[in-house]
């Protein structure tokens, strides 16, 4: 039976430095969320070429168009782009940076027991998942056209109902200085939490879109002390 859903995290397995992500397909249709938000918001990559980020209609949550001002489930918009290679189209990134405090917290999460786990981002560094969209004459062998040696890649695609495929790719790389300052920014915005449990028994992610990017670009990191302002 072809694969439907890939989950995967960056560990370590003791202290996870990312959610719990599912890549899953339904029809021609490409869904990215994480196992705890999954029923609230995720990034959807439709077959139309229109790929957005929004709250679920079971979330009951909504935004004010930034353009328009109406009310909206959609968060931001983005149009499938050309191939950058024959038979190979970008889709969405993930990004896990390291973060100072990633191992503030350590309280106890529960990871789906088929989670294909990854390197934690090396100190000053991250790993950078990269969705493939390939025609369906692609294989594995294939990823050597547009990939270098240091990724790493799932090797069963899912196989969507139009014949094309999606590849989960990863790379671990060093962080610019623009980076940093992104993610410092984004930390910033997650500042003033309240813990319901104690410190011990805590872990906690936070997660941002960048809404202005050309592609979908996920960020995902781990919360700490500071963010729910425990010294």
């Given at each position: 039976m072809a694969t439907k859903a890939i989950r995967f995290a960056s560990g370590p397995v003791s202290c996870p430095s990312?959610?719990?992500?599912?890549?899953?397909?339904?029809?021609?249709?490409?869904?990215?969320?994480?196992?705890?938000?999954?029923?609230?918001f995720k990034l959807s990559l439709h077959s139309s070429?229109?790929?957005?980020?929004?709250?679920?209609?079971?979330?009951?949550?909504?935004?004010?168009?930034?353009?328009?001002?109406?009310?909206?489930?959609?968060?931001?918009?983005?149009?499938?782009?050309?191939?950058?290679?024959p038979g190979w189209t970008k889709g969405a990134s993930l990004v896990i940076p390291w973060v100072s405090w990633h191992d503030d917290l350590t309280g106890p999460v529960v990871y789906h027991p088929e989670t294909t786990w990854y390197?934690?981002?090396?100190?000053?560094?991250?790993?950078?998942f990269t969705l493939l969209i390939s025609s369906t004459e692609k294989t594995a062998?294939?990823?050597?056209?547009?990939?270098?040696?240091?990724?790493?890649?799932?090797t069963e695609p899912l196989r969507l109902a139009n014949g094309e495929q999606v590849w989960l790719c990863a790379e671990l790389?060093?962080?610019?200085?623009?980076?940093?300052?992104?993610?410092?920014?984004?930390?910033?915005?997650?500042?003033?939490?309240?813990?319901?449990?104690?410190?011990d028994q805590a872990k906690a992610y936070g997660q941002d879109i960048h809404r202005d990017s050309e592609l979908p670009l996920i960020i995902d990191f781990p919360l700490g002390r500071k963010h729910f302002g425990i010294r």
């Open positions: 990312s959610s719990n992500w599912r890549l899953w397909v339904t029809g021609s249709e490409i869904y990215l969320a994480t196992r705890q938000t999954g029923g609230e070429g229109t790929w957005n980020s929004a709250f679920t209609s079971e979330s009951k949550a909504r935004l004010s168009d930034r353009g328009s001002g109406r009310v909206t489930r959609r968060h931001a918009s983005w149009t499938r782009p050309a191939e950058f290679a390197p934690a981002p090396p100190e000053a560094g991250q790993i950078c062998s294939s990823l050597g056209e547009v990939l270098h040696a240091n990724y790493m890649y799932e790389l060093e962080m610019t200085p623009e980076q940093v300052r992104y993610v410092d920014a984004v930390s910033a915005q997650f500042m003033g939490f309240t813990l319901k449990v104690a410190p």
